[in-house]
Every structure is written in structure tokens, then in C-alpha cells.
């Protein structure tokens, strides 16, 4: 990039500008805005302020509302915006909670709507005042006790201090990042729909070995049961309850309170140690007298603990090594009995097979819930368990085949994104200077 660094650069005295191009001009915000509060009226989209994107262009739906005011009645207390507007949340602007409006519409009235007062790009501004310098800035200027309680009001943010090169100059600047923005943003998307893929390809590869097998060879029957289809003709089916030597929910009810937790003794294990498979996190614990209180619910390796609210197929095996603990009432522990591998059916219960039974089985209630009558009716295939083990270890490699790749996607990614923002970075303060490259572009 410093074969594009403009021809000479002078200090602008203020810490977070450092050095711009020597034709840029320095100015305060209140110069190029002015702050503005119309009211709304029903006939107006309510628009959304998001630290990723800026500010939307559609309406709001219901579950993004804010909930400062009701929707129906009270939207005439939200702002009136309009294309080019610089809409800002105080209470995260030093997140980058702000963005240029493009279309007509209305604001949560707890944020801070500024009006160009001239032709300024407001787009320009929005991404000068994402760079990293200039989040640190507002950070500094807004006011509050904590993280979660600063603030930036209008009377701070009017006063910071911005270099602009001139209007036409700002256009340039405008179109070429929006030119180079959008090939990087389709090749983020491109990776993430190859992710998409790479999850799906590997919920099929599952799905199909714990149904049908490794041996595409084998002679096949009817399982009798819709979701799986056919099975091989030595495997059985059985519902999970008969390959159980137990299967028992957490204590309910006054049997476990949060004030019954120590902060030492046995670890009382929950979803969030299964959702991720960490029984490394986590610091609850009850004391010795609790733990013999409660020992119907101690868990033992091998153990499948289940994730029983919201989260189907939220399943992990209680490892080697792990502490000794008890289950808390948002798992179901299943003890697998000597007919079925915990990790082959670890790996089925997580698969798209039996997801299929689970919503199917719970079905009506409020939110995803599974209870021990929902899990042991669920329909397992049974292999011999030397063919258990082989499917769980092939799975277990592919697993590790599809993450290698998803990995990899997840890092080209995040290097797109550095990339992206690196480059809107050094174009906007003056870093680089793009006015060839557009018109090249546009000769071309």
C-alpha cells in the first residue's frame, strides 16, 4: 500500500488523525451535522441500528422491536430519519453502533439522529468513524461508570474531529471502497456457503452410516420405522429406553436450588458443559452431605447427558478423567446398558435421524423440549457392537475431516474481514489514495 500513499501528509495535532494527506481538511462534527428529532408517524418503516451493519433498510421485526415503546400504538415517539442521515445509539456508539440511513424511516428514540447540514457523504463518515482509532475516540469520550453504562452523548460526539478530503474526492473514495467492499464480501459469502455445505454434506455422511452402514453390500430390510428407511438385515431396531440401564432427569423442585451451591466440593454438570462437550467449565458444586443427598443423579463415564430445553441434539458422553458431579434439572442422564457403544449412540442421538424424532415427539409444546418419555421412544438402529464401534470411528474421522475444512473456511474468512477492514481503514484517513485506481476502473 505505500506505493498509493498520497504525495505529501502534514500532522493534524489531534492524537487519533495522526498524519493526513496534506489537502485533507480537519473540522468538527457539529460543522458538517446538526442534531434533529421529528417525530415519527405510523406509516414509517422502524429501522434497526446493528454494530455490524450499520443501519438497516427494511422494516424492524417484531422480536427486534425495542421494547422502549409499543409498536402499535406509540411509534410516533420514535425520530424521523432520512437518506443520508447519521443515525447513532449512545449507549453503543463506541461499538460501532451507528451508520449512514438510506432510506425514509423511523429510529428508536434513545438514539442520537444527525442531519448534514451540507452535500457531506455521510457514507464516507460512517466508515471513518469505524476504524479502530476513531471507536477508541468515541470510547473515550463517552460517559458512564462501566463498559455497559457509557454513553455518547451529542455533546461529545459533536465535538470530535474528523479529516475530510474534498466532496469529490470523497466519492472517489465512496466507489472504489464500494467496488473492492463488494468483491470481498462475495468472497466471504462464498465461504460461508461452502460452510453451509460442509455441514450438511457431514449431517448426510452421518445420517447414512448410522441407517445403512458402512457396507453398501449388505442386504437390506424394512425398519418399519419412516425416518430411518431401510436398515441392513442383521441390524435390529429398538427404542433407546431398551438400551438403557437407566435414564434419569435432574432433580426438580426444592431437591436442587441455586442456593444450595458451594463453591467447592462435587461439580454440578449442566448445559454448559454439554452444549460445547467441556467438563472443564463451570463452577458450580455442592457440598459432600448434597452430593450423598442427591446420588441418583451422579454421573459416571460413559454416561450420555442430555441437553433436555431448547437444544435437540445437544448430547455429550461424561469423560475419562472428568470430576465427580451430579446432573442439574436441565439434563437427562442416560446410562447406555451393555448392548449399544455410548459413543456410537452419542454420535445417532446427535444426528439428523433422530432430530426428526424428536421434533416429531415433542411436537405442540412451546419450545424444544425432551423429556425421559420423548427419549426413550426414540427409534435406534442396533448394529452388532464390534460394527458400533467401526461406525464410530470412521465418523470420528470424518468429523475431523469436515472441521479441518470448515476450519479452514472459518480462517479465510476472518482474513477477508481484516482485509476488508484494513483497507477501509487506510482509505479513509488518508493511508493510501485510490483516485487512480477508480478511474482506471472506469476507463476500463
Given at each position: 500500500?505505500?506505493?498509493?500513499?498520497?504525495?505529501?501528509?502534514?500532522?493534524?495535532?489531534?492524537?487519533?488523525?495522526?498524519?493526513?494527506?496534506?489537502?485533507?481538511?480537519?473540522?468538527?462534527?457539529?460543522?458538517?451535522?446538526?442534531?434533529?428529532?421529528?417525530?415519527?408517524?405510523?406509516?414509517?418503516?422502524?429501522?434497526?441500528?446493528?454494530?455490524?451493519?450499520?443501519?438497516?433498510?427494511?422494516?424492524?421485526?417484531?422480536?427486534?422491536?425495542?421494547?422502549?415503546?409499543?409498536?402499535?400504538?406509540?411509534?410516533?415517539?420514535?425520530?424521523?430519519?432520512?437518506?443520508?442521515?447519521?443515525?447513532?445509539?449512545?449507549?453503543?456508539?463506541?461499538?460501532?453502533?451507528?451508520?449512514?440511513?438510506?432510506?425514509?424511516?423511523?429510529?428508536?428514540?434513545?438514539?442520537?439522529?444527525?442531519?448534514?447540514?451540507?452535500?457531506?457523504?455521510?457514507?464516507?463518515?460512517?466508515?471513518?468513524?469505524?476504524?479502530?482509532?476513531?471507536?477508541?475516540?468515541?470510547?473515550?469520550?463517552?460517559?458512564?461508570?462501566?463498559?455497559?453504562?457509557?454513553?455518547?452523548?451529542?455533546?461529545?460526539?459533536?465535538?470530535?474531529?474528523?479529516?475530510?478530503?474534498?466532496?469529490?474526492?470523497?466519492?472517489?473514495?465512496?466507489?472504489?471502497?464500494?467496488?473492492?467492499?463488494?468483491?470481498?464480501?462475495?468472497?466471504?459469502?462464498?465461504?460461508?456457503?461452502?460452510?453451509?455445505?460442509?455441514?450438511?454434506?457431514?449431517?448426510?455422511?452421518?445420517?447414512?452410516?448410522?441407517?445403512?452402514?458402512?457396507?453398501?453390500?449388505?442386504?437390506?430390510?424394512?425398519?418399519?420405522?419412516?425416518w430411518l428407511g431401510q436398515v441392513?438385515?442383521?441390524?435390529?431396531?429398538?427404542?433407546?429406553?431398551?438400551?438403557?440401564?437407566?435414564?434419569?432427569?435432574?432433580?426438580?423442585?426444592?431437591?436442587?436450588?441455586?442456593?444450595?451451591?458451594?463453591?467447592?466440593?462435587?461439580?454440578?454438570?449442566?448445559?454448559?458443559?454439554?452444549?460445547?462437550?467441556?467438563?472443564?467449565?463451570?463452577?458450580?458444586?455442592?457440598?459432600?452431605?448434597?452430593?450423598?443427598?442427591?446420588?441418583?443423579?451422579?454421573?459416571?463415564?460413559?454416561?450420555?447427558?442430555?441437553?433436555?430445553?431448547?437444544?435437540?441434539?445437544?448430547?455429550?458422553?461424561?469423560?475419562?478423567?472428568?470430576?465427580?458431579?451430579?446432573?442439574?434439572p436441565r439434563l437427562i442422564r442416560?446410562?447406555?446398558?451393555?448392548?449399544?457403544?455410548?459413543?456410537?449412540?452419542?454420535?445417532?442421538?446427535?444426528?439428523?435421524?433422530?432430530?426428526?424424532?424428536?421434533?416429531?415427539?415433542?411436537?405442540?409444546?412451546?419450545?424444544?423440549?425432551?423429556?425421559?418419555?420423548?427419549?426413550?421412544?426414540?427409534?435406534?438402529?442396533?448394529?452388532?457392537?464390534?460394527?458400533?464401534?467401526?461406525?464410530?470411528?470412521?465418523?470420528?474421522?470424518?468429523?475431523?475431516?469436515?472441521?479441518?475444512?470448515?476450519?479452514?473456511?472459518?480462517?479465510?474468512?476472518?482474513?477477508?474481514?481484516?482485509?476488508?477492514?484494513?483497507?477501509?481503514?487506510?482509505?479513509?484517513?488518508?493511508?493510501?489514495?485510490?483516485?487512480?485506481?477508480?478511474?482506471?476502473?472506469?476507463?476500463?
Amino acid at each position: 500500500m505505500s506505493s498509493l500513499a498520497y504525495p505529501s501528509y502534514r500532522d493534524t495535532g489531534v492524537e487519533w488523525l495522526g498524519a493526513v494527506p496534506s489537502h485533507w481538511q480537519v473540522t468538527r462534527l457539529n460543522s458538517l451535522f446538526r442534531e434533529v428529532s421529528e417525530p415519527g408517524s405510523d406509516d414509517l418503516p422502524v429501522l434497526s441500528v446493528s454494530i455490524h451493519s450499520g443501519v438497516s433498510d427494511t422494516e424492524l421485526a417484531d422480536d427486534e422491536m425495542d421494547r422502549v415503546v409499543a409498536r402499535s400504538e406509540d411509534r410516533s415517539k420514535y425520530k424521523r430519519v432520512e437518506p443520508n442521515d447519521l443515525v447513532y445509539n449512545m449507549m453503543r456508539a463506541w461499538q460501532g453502533g451507528f451508520g449512514a440511513v438510506q432510506t425514509v424511516g423511523a429510529v428508536s428514540p434513545a438514539y442520537v439522529v444527525a442531519r448534514p447540514t451540507s452535500s457531506q457523504s455521510t457514507v464516507f463518515i460512517e466508515r471513518l468513524l469505524r476504524t479502530p482509532n476513531a471507536v477508541r475516540e468515541m470510547k473515550s469520550l463517552s460517559k458512564g461508570v462501566t463498559d455497559f453504562r457509557l454513553r455518547l452523548y451529542w455533546d461529545e460526539f459533536k465535538n470530535i474531529k474528523v479529516a475530510l478530503p474534498p466532496p469529490e474526492e470523497q466519492v472517489a473514495i465512496d466507489a472504489f471502497l464500494d467496488r473492492e467492499t463488494a468483491k470481498i464480501d462475495a468472497l466471504v459469502e462464498a465461504q460461508e456457503r461452502l460452510i453451509v455445505l460442509l455441514k450438511e454434506k457431514r449431517q448426510a455422511v452421518i445420517s447414512h452410516a448410522v441407517t445403512k452402514g458402512l457396507d453398501p453390500s449388505i442386504p437390506m430390510k424394512d425398519s418399519g420405522v419412516e425416518w430411518l428407511g431401510q436398515v441392513p438385515a442383521h441390524w435390529e431396531v429398538m427404542p433407546a429406553k431398551n438400551l438403557a440401564d437407566s435414564i434419569k432427569a435432574g432433580p426438580f423442585g426444592s431437591a436442587l436450588t441455586k442456593d444450595m451451591y458451594s463453591s467447592a466440593g462435587y461439580r454440578v454438570y449442566g448445559q454448559e458443559q454439554v452444549i460445547p462437550g467441556d467438563f472443564s467449565i463451570g463452577d458450580y458444586y455442592v457440598s459432600s452431605d448434597k452430593y450423598d443427598e442427591l446420588s441418583q443423579y451422579r454421573v459416571e463415564v460413559g454416561d450420555l447427558l442430555v441437553s433436555c430445553v431448547g437444544t435437540f441434539g445437544k448430547i455429550a458422553i461424561f469423560p475419562q478423567g472428568a470430576e465427580p458431579g451430579i446432573i442439574n434439572p436441565r439434563l437427562i442422564r442416560f446410562r447406555p446398558n451393555n448392548q449399544i457403544d455410548p459413543t456410537y449412540l452419542c454420535v445417532l442421538l446427535r444426528s439428523a435421524v433422530s432430530f426428526e424424532q424428536f421434533s416429531y415427539l415433542s411436537r405442540g409444546g412451546t419450545m424444544d423440549v425432551i423429556n425421559i418419555g420423548i427419549l426413550g421412544e426414540i427409534m435406534v438402529p442396533v448394529p452388532p457392537m464390534q460394527e458400533q464401534i467401526s461406525i464410530a470411528g470412521y465418523l470420528a474421522e470424518v468429523q475431523e475431516q469436515f472441521d479441518s475444512l470448515s476450519a479452514a473456511s472459518e480462517a479465510a474468512i476472518t482474513l477477508l474481514q481484516e482485509r476488508r477492514a484494513a483497507l477501509i481503514a487506510a482509505a479513509v484517513t488518508g493511508k493510501i489514495d485510490v483516485r487512480g485506481l477508480v478511474q482506471t476502473a472506469e476507463a476500463a
